[in-house]
């Protein structure tokens, strides 16, 4: 069964505090892994679209890369308003317009 | 461009009631997308519309139903609401050109309880 399997559910640093956050996926063909941002109470916000394995991509203090079976979300001297919901999502070559969502890494950045 | 909008933001049904949640958007994309979220859970697709006039299930289709008139307007409806609707509903749209990848934009959401 396709799926996507995000870790850890939580993650708690402190200003300053690299680390990654991981996402491992399970599909017959990767068309496209996703990297959104979910602020609470808002709509998931696109970060970055990673289409094969060895692409990375950045933005500010986020860096993506993709595996052929997992992609990490690197956050470099993260600051409190990095702190939210970080959600990653596959699509299959052939799957329509089918999105399988992880269930997402809640990241809280403490000054 | 305000993006994707929805209304009403919050709401409160009995059950047994119907409503329909709205959803526009501005950015003239031709695919549409109703999710449902719940707390601890991965978005799960309930219907989709890859142009006026189509539309077709999802991953949680049973006890919505689309409609899609427009480019711009995506209405989901609830019929005979249930608790198991309780859950934040988030509509999104994208466009799907020649990369064919499905970079999906997402409105605030409507957070809905059923009583």
């Known amino acids: 069964e396709d799926q996507v399997t995000q870790s850890p559910e939580a993650l708690r640093l402190q200003e300053g505090e690299s680390s990654s956050l991981n996402c491992s996926y399970t599909v017959s063909g990767l068309r496209g892994l996703f990297w959104y941002r979910q602020d609470p109470g808002k709509g998931p916000e696109f970060l970055f679209t990673?289409?094969?394995a060895g692409e990375e991509k950045e933005k500010e203090r986020l860096k993506a890369t993709l595996t052929k079976k997992e992609s990490f979300l690197h956050i470099t001297a993260p600051k409190p308003e990095d702190s939210a919901t970080y959600l990653c999502?596959?699509?299959?070559?052939?799957?329509?317009?089918?999105?399988?969502f992880g269930a997402g890494t809640r990241l809280f950045v403490k000054a | 461009n305000a993006g994707v909008t929805q209304t009403p933001k919050f709401r409160i049904l009995k059950i047994g009631q119907s409503m329909t949640l709205q959803c526009t958007q501005d950015m003239n994309h031709n695919y549409m997308y109703w999710y449902r979220q719940d707390p601890g859970m991965g978005l799960k697709l309930i219907y989709y519309?890859?142009?006026?006039?189509?539309?077709d299930k999802g991953e949680v289709p049973n006890g919505y139903n689309v409609s899609r008139s427009t480019t711009e307007d995506f209405p989901l409806r609830l019929e005979l609401a249930a608790p198991s609707q309780t859950s934040v509903y988030f509509c999104a749209s994208s466009y799907l050109g020649g990369r064919a990848t499905d970079t999906q934009y997402f409105g605030p959401g409507t957070r809905l309880t059923v009583l």
């Open positions: 999502a596959v699509q299959e070559e052939t799957g329509g317009f089918k999105t399988i």
């Open positions: 990673l289409y094969s």
């Open positions: 519309s890859v142009g006026a006039g189509i539309t």
